[in-house]
């Protein structure tokens, strides 16, 4: 087994802010001599050390009509059941985190059945309370499993840009904005909830945006800060 890195060393692979705990792994930049290393020591850094972690391929996309040599030599490119290992570290570590509250994913393809998993897993976790996709393409079923199993009692926001989702998902969009809490000590943390370039109607985001407003307004007592 190769050596772990140390968390100084992750830290400067995760090209982020040390001091806020919040970092950036673009896979698709780290060298695949890497592989090993790297993800060996993933599990402990978000278990102990991030507090927010993106995960990319955001520089494949970037210089997709390039013959990037950084690209070429990444992990991604060279070890394509990458995606694998990074999602079965993820759900993991998502009961097992003390720090992790912001989650991000970013110009990764995810097929169905590995969203559906990997969302049923982020329900477990204690400490998450934000999540964002950004070009990552969700389908309508592994969306509304997500809808079921996460809760806007501890999510304070939640962020979907060009996930492709349409009309079908609205549903499970409402009765997640309108579940009641399972005890009545629980507050109501959601803030952002968007889904601004799905292909819903008018009155479908206008309804999104009224309940969002509506639990805002009825617990304006809440008012935890994002990362």
Not at 66 to 93: A, H, M
Request: net charge positive; proline share 4%.
């Amino acid at each position: 087994m190769s050596n772990k890195l140390s968390v100084q060393e992750m830290c400067q692979i995760g090209h982020g802010n040390p001091d806020k705990r919040t970092f950036h792994f673009d896979l698709s930049s780290i060298d695949s001599d890497k592989y090993d290393s790297f993800f060996h020591s993933l599990p402990n850094f978000i278990c102990k050390t991030a507090k927010g972690i993106k995960f990319s391929c955001d520089r494949q996309v970037a210089k997709k009509s390039e013959n990037d040599p950084i690209v070429n030599n990444s992990i991604p490119l060279k070890y394509p059941r990458y995606l694998q290992y990074l999602l079965k570290i993820l759900r993991k570590t998502f009961p097992l985190t003390k720090t992790l509250t912001y989650l991000e994913l970013s110009n990764i393809s995810i097929p169905q059945l590995h969203q559906i998993v990997l969302f049923k897993e982020m329900s477990k976790s204690q400490t998450l309370t934000q999540f964002r996709t950004f070009n990552v393409q969700l389908t309508n079923e592994s969306f509304a499993v997500l809808m079921k199993y996460i809760s806007p009692y501890q999510f304070k926001s939640l962020s979907f840009h060009d996930a492709r989702l349409s009309s079908p998902v609205f549903m499970y969009i409402y009765k997640f904005l309108k579940r009641k809490p399972h005890d009545a000590k629980m507050k109501w943390k959601l803030r952002v909830f968007d889904v601004r370039d799905s292909d819903f109607t008018a009155d479908e985001f206008n309804k999104i945006d009224q309940l969002i407003s509506r639990n805002i307004t009825e617990d304006d007592s809440n008012s935890e800060s994002f990362i």
